[in-house]
């Protein structure tokens, strides 16, 4: 199989009258005590259309070098960008580069793009970064519906969270104090440092793993992009996949459940809507608790 292709899952079972679904039976329960976050398009909406800042300047910038068909560059960058989501945004830019070599360019340093994509998706989302600022927009407003239940959930229940992004950190963090995030994570924030080996996905569950003498079972992780499953997968944690559309409508996002099936989520959610139900499950609790 060619490593950029993803097959299509039929749907598995769903809790009854949910939109969680169980992809793994055989999911371990009611014993998690840490949980792990992805930031972007987990919790926070306001980086939501990266994809469509980074895709097309990688599209255009790889089109000088070849005459292969927009569409094609398209699928291939699409592919790899999402491959590497998850990761730090070099990583992204350092395949540009490759694929411009490739191609029989003279790439640029990768630092350098990803200079010209912050500047780009800086200009995106700066007002919503300013509306968080000056409150004509809600911390609810740019992130995913329920996501502050869903925090105060998993705190009421003992469980330690962690924060980890491959976006820059100083932008994680401003962005997590604006959104009213922060103070969840007791754990801790972890993002993207100047110095690439300072920072990873898996450093960040290896030092959970040594804190709190966890096995697998008793870590959850909630992402939205490749990494973040694959590295719960390699430890035995539970990992959720969120394939959500990032704009906060209740639709599950088809491209992205995929992704995430075949990196090994263990369940997928389209968002937390059904929070109830989901807690239920994972903390193998009776569903009906507030009787509603
Ligand atoms: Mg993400």
Do not use: C
């Not at 100083?170 to 100047?194: M, N, S």
């Amino acid at each position: 199989m060619n490593i950029d292709e993803f097959p299509t899952y039929p749907p598995a079972r769903f809790l009854p009258g949910t939109s969680v679904e169980i992809r793994d039976e055989t999911t371990p329960r009611g014993r998690i005590r840490s949980a792990l976050f992805d930031f972007d398009g987990t919790i926070s909406l306001v980086r939501t259309g990266w994809q469509d800042v980074m895709v097309p300047m990688m599209v255009e910038l790889l089109a000088e070098h070849t005459d292969e068909s927009t569409e094609s560059l398209e699928r291939l960058v699409h592919n790899f960008v999402d491959r590497l989501t998850g990761k730090q945004t070099i990583f992204q830019m350092e395949r540009l580069a490759e694929e411009i070599r490739r191609r029989g360019g003279k790439p640029l340093d990768p630092l350098a793009y990803k200079a010209i994509y912050n500047d780009r998706l800086m200009e995106v989302i700066a007002s919503r970064r300013e509306g968080l600022r000056d409150g004509s927009l809600t911390p609810q407003e740019l992130t995913m519906p329920r996501t502050h239940e869903l925090l105060d959930g998993l705190r009421e229940r003992s469980v330690t969270l962690y924060l980890a992004s491959g976006t820059d950190f100083v932008y994680v963090k401003e962005e997590a104090e604006l959104l009213d995030v922060a103070d969840y994570f007791d754990g801790g924030i972890y993002a993207a440092l100047d110095r690439i080996e300072d920072f990873s996905k898996a450093m960040v569950i290896q030092q959970m793993f040594r804190e709190h003498e966890l096995n697998g079972a008793e870590l959850v992780s909630f992402g939205d992009g490749y990494v973040e499953i694959l590295n719960t997968k390699e430890v035995g944690g539970i990992a959720i996949g969120v394939a959500s559309d990032e704009v906060g409508t209740v639709e599950v996002n088809e491209w992205k459940r995929n992704r995430l099936i075949q990196a090994g989520a263990n369940l997928i959610v389209p968002g937390y809507q059904d929070l109830d139900a989901l807690f239920a499950y994972l903390f193998d609790e009776p569903s009906d608790k507030k009787g509603a």
